[in-house]
């Protein structure tokens, strides 16, 4: 059985007791025992025990990015139903409308002052329904916008990240050139030092995504 193991933050190795070639299609059983088809990378290291780490992708498509956008869309869809809902309420607390815009005051003591009480009631307890669900509104919107710029973001975990992080390390690597020949282009006095951690970040980041998918 094959199953994944972990390699750094966002990247879930192949745990395998043989060995595969690169572009086999391998089964992928999860520790919560389901299992999905993936496709075989390169192998990264090999245990005591004689297991094989390999990088692999979902058969699928599926990733981070469409974990993302599948968030979002749930989360937006509940917004939207929370929207409906809260919507219902607020026209629900119009209930008597006509009669209560006229002012009359609850006369107490008539046959009429229970249903005026309860009315007012209902109204009353539909508005601050109304709100709440509403403030649930906010909160899926916001939690759908959140996951919608996750769903752009690119990280060890695919086989795009080799194209991206030497991008971005010759990006870094041109700002601290600048900054280094520029002293008084610096827009503070950490610039330069700044500058060059991300060099350091986006090399070693480049190393993994090479021993995770490159050639």
């Known amino acids: 059985?094959?199953?994944?193991?972990?390699?750094?933050?966002?990247?879930?190795?192949?745990?395998?007791?043989e060995l595969h070639d690169k572009?086999?299609?391998?089964?992928?059983?999860?520790?919560?025992?389901?299992t999905h088809d993936c496709i075989v990378f390169n192998l990264v290291g090999r245990d005591k025990d004689g297991s094989y780490y390999y990088s692999v992708v979902r058969a699928d498509g599926y990733n981070v990015q469409e974990r993302a956008k599948a968030k979002a869309e749930r989360y937006q869809k509940w917004a939207d139903a929370?929207?409906?809902?809260?919507?219902?309420?607020?026209?629900?607390?119009?209930?008597?409308?006509?009669?209560?815009?006229l002012g009359e005051p609850i006369k107490i003591g008539h046959h009429?002052?229970?249903?005026?009480?309860?009315?007012?009631?209902?109204?009353?307890?539909?508005?601050?329904?109304?709100?709440?669900v509403g403030k649930k509104v906010e909160q899926h919107e916001s939690k759908s916008e959140y996951w919608s710029?996750?769903?752009?973001?690119?990280?060890?975990?695919m086989p795009e990240s080799l194209?991206?992080?030497?991008?971005?390390?010759?990006?870094a690597k041109i700002k601290?050139?600048?900054?280094?020949?520029?002293?008084?282009?610096?827009?503070?006095?950490?610039?330069?030092?700044?500058?060059?951690?991300?060099?350091?970040?986006?090399?070693d980041?480049?190393?993994?995504?090479?021993r995770l998918w490159g050639e």
């Open 149 to 157: 710029k996750k769903a752009n973001d690119i990280n060890l975990s």
């Open 23 to 34: 572009g086999e299609t391998i089964e992928m059983t999860t520790k919560y025992g389901q």
């Open 82 to 101: 929370a929207e409906s809902k809260s919507s219902q309420l607020w026209e629900a607390s119009n209930e008597g409308r006509d009669f209560l815009s």
């Open 205 to 210: 980041l480049l190393k993994d995504a090479k």
């Open 112 to 132: 009429s002052e229970k249903r005026h009480r309860a009315l007012i009631e209902r109204n009353h307890n539909r508005m601050n329904k109304a709100v709440e």
């Open 176 to 203: 601290h050139e600048f900054y280094k020949n520029n002293p008084d282009k610096r827009e503070h006095s950490f610039s330069l030092t700044y500058a060059k951690k991300d060099v350091n970040k986006f090399e």
């Open 1 to 17: 059985m094959n199953t994944y193991a972990k390699y750094c933050p966002n990247v879930f190795l192949a745990k395998c007791t």
């Open 163 to 171: 194209d991206f992080y030497e991008y971005k390390l010759e990006e």
